[in-house]
């Protein structure tokens, strides 16, 4: 089985499950407080003005004028259609075709992110919130895997897996020392870059599909787990319908053909002493390089992908929990604070 199969799951399981039981807490925290999950939500209350009307004007100055019945009416329609205006306002903003790409505006890829998971890994396919943004050309796909691929937090990533894999010396076919080293790491980089370009760019261009993961951030707890594994099966196209998740599936059921016929051991022969026998005998190792097999690593990366899909959702809300100490406002202090009150 290639590399990653065989040892990712020393670290994703166990990391997974802890994500898992972080996720359930920041989402009880978001569900009782609504603002902490919604930072803008706190921005957008108005600041609180003083009634000037209950203090006397100061000597020497005229008092303002009081508003008229007229200039009240005026106010009170205003405040009436700015709802309407907020509302036509929001309907431009979410019309398909426009550059909008809601809390991920400020990145300059348009159309999507500069997130990272886990502050290292990228996450640039994804955006927070599910509304309507602007189609993806198949350049823009190409560039933003391109991108995520060689971007070089994959180099000690694929380091790691690779040294996991040298001490469990799976695929034995690969050797020992830094030549099996070496195979081993450019194994496990091609198995990535291979499944991440047929499922986010080769098949989304031919099929017209958005490869962007739009996180729900709605709901409960098992409810978003639900959505986010069904990403796995459930898509969008260009233009914003909903649609079997072609790409995902054929993609990653190609890589894993490309990946276990071509570059990983073929059946070897190695030689070793048997000490019952005080004979040197041959030892038949099996290929990689089966259908059995080919389907294994199929299932195995459509899970890794469900499992990568559900961090994908969560992610948001572990991360403002990260943050929250850091964007608390500092305390108000009142304009007369240390003053000497006037006799």
Do not use: C
Not at 244 to 267: C, K
């Amino acid at each position: 089985m290639p590399t990653k199969f065989t040892t990712q799951p020393l670290i994703i399981i166990p990391v997974f499950f802890s994500f898992l039981f972080l996720a359930s807490l920041a989402v009880a925290a978001a569900q009782q407080d609504p603002a902490a999950s919604d930072p803008a939500q706190g921005a957008a209350q108005p600041a609180p003005q003083s009634d000037s009307s209950s203090k006397p004007a100061p000597s020497g100055q005229d008092v303002a004028p009081t508003a008229s019945p007229q200039t009240s009416a005026d106010q009170t329609s205003a405040d009436k259609a700015a709802p309407d205006q907020n509302k036509d306002k929001n309907k431009d903003k979410a019309a398909p075709g426009t550059n909008t790409q809601g809390k991920n505006a400020g990145t300059s890829n348009a159309g999507t992110s500069n997130d990272r998971l886990f502050l290292a890994l990228p996450n640039f396919l994804t955006l927070e919130g599910s509304g309507q943004v602007a189609p993806l050309t198949p350049k823009q796909k190409f560039k933003v895997v391109a991108r995520s691929a060689f971007d070089r937090v994959q180099i000690p990533w694929y380091a790691l897996l690779s040294g996991i894999s040298q001490a469990e010396n799976s695929e034995p076919g690969y050797g020992q020392g830094w030549e099996g080293y070496g195979k081993r790491f450019a194994s496990a980089f091609a198995d990535g870059a291979i499944e991440n370009f047929l499922t986010s760019a080769v098949f989304p261009s031919l099929l017209h599909q958005d490869p962007r993961f739009f996180q729900s951030s709605e709901g409960g707890f098992k409810h978003r787990t639900g959505y986010a594994i069904s990403r796995i099966f459930i898509t969008r196209t260009d233009s914003g319908h909903s649609q079997f998740n072609y790409s995902e599936i054929f993609g990653s059921a190609v890589a894993a053909g490309i990946s276990t016929n071509t570059y990983h051991p073929r059946a070897f022969i190695t030689t070793r002493y048997d000490p019952t026998t005080n004979m040197v005998v041959d030892v038949h190792n099996a290929s990689d390089r089966t259908l059995p097999n080919t389907f294994s690593v199929w299932g195995t990366q459509m899970g890794y992908d469900a499992i990568t899909y559900v961090i994908k959702e969560f992610w948001p809300d572990i991360h403002r929990k990260m943050n929250k100490k850091h964007n608390q406002p500092a305390a108000v202090q009142p304009a007369n604070s240390g003053a000497t009150p006037n006799p």
